[in-house]
């Protein structure tokens, strides 16, 4: 697992890490790419914040793009829908907070989904593993309580 934050979490590093997985990576391994902090969206550009320049969907799709492994590519930043568009690609499972970039709520999806990936009641099929598909419907059926 590599974990960059705080200082660290800055594009040149991230830009690094990716290129090193995408070496070391083979077409049957998986990479998760989990995004917690905050993200804007101007209605053309999504980007990611982090401390110097921002990292944008744009540069992220591409970074990903040369990792060979089955992507589960999670955003819980606000404003995240606006990666969606850019970030979509087969093979690659993207989960964003909110429906459009646009939105300015405060988002309560990040804590429902954490709450999915470790309470047994989401593992629907009852296999005993919890599956990103099965965290998500969790954390949307819970969001949706919340937004009631």
């Known amino acids: 697992m590599i974990t960059l934050s705080g200082a660290q979490a800055t594009r040149a590093n991230i830009q690094a890490k990716l ?44 970074l990903l793009d040369k990792v060979p492994a089955q992507q589960a590519v999670i955003d819980m930043t606000s404003a995240s829908g606006g990666a969606l568009p850019t970030l979509q690609k087969t093979k690659r499972i993207v989960i964003v907070a909110t429906k459009s970039g646009t939105e300015k709520n405060a988002i309560v999806f990040p804590r429902y989904f954490i709450e999915g990936l470790r309470d047994p009641a989401a593992d629907a099929d009852k296999n005993e593993v919890i599956t990103v598909l099965e965290a998500f419907r969790y954390a949307e059926a819970k969001n949706r309580e919340v937004l009631r």
Do not use: C
């Open 19 to 62: 290129g090193d997985i995408a070496k070391q990576t083979k077409a049957d391994d998986h990479l998760v790419l989990l995004l917690i902090g905050h993200g804007s969206f101007d209605e053309s550009d999504y980007k990611f914040n982090i401390p110097g320049p921002d990292i944008t969907a744009t540069e992220l799709a591409s």
